[in-house]
Nanobody, 121 residues
Framework: QVQLVESGGGLVQAGGSLRLSCVASGRSFRTYAMGWFRQAPGKEREFVAAIRWDLHSAEYAESVEGRFTISRDGAKDAVYLQMNNVKPEDTAIYYC??????????????WGQGTQVTVSS
């Protein structure tokens, strides 16, 4: 079956770093945009970052600009999110997404089960 599997989440202190990984299987997503969304308790799922397949241009939410970096390995159908200088507000379940184009609504495409990121003060 088609799967997106996230890993790398955990507990980290504010100011620390984490690196999230997402690996796809079951089909190739090389020509798809891939990215990350997150959902905090009591909030709607929100866009974090995404990267296109061809020029590998990236887009970021304002809240993570300058702190997070998205990258991908097309040969492995994998996407990564380097999270630096994390803040308590970054606490959320982070979901991997693959879609034909970058869509910030979080309403389409393929989804992983999520990985929990908890940032302590």
């Amino acid at each position: 079956q088609v799967q997106l599997v996230e890993s790398g989440g955990g507990l980290v202190q504010a100011g620390g770093s984490l690196r999230l990984s997402c690996v796809a299987s079951g089909r190739s997503f090389r020509t798809y945009a891939m990215g990350w969304f997150r959902q905090a308790p009591g909030k709607e799922r929100e866009f974090v970052a995404a990267i296109r397949w061809d020029l590998h241009s990236a887009e970021y939410a304002e809240s993570v600009e300058g702190r997070f970096t998205i990258s991908r390995d097309g040969a492995k159908d994998a996407v990564y999110l380097q999270m630096n200088n994390v803040k308590p507000e970054d606490t959320a379940i982070y979901y991997c997404n693959a879609d034909a184009i970058i869509v910030r609504t979080g309403l389409s495409g393929y989804w992983g089960q999520g990985t929990q990121v908890t940032v302590s003060s």
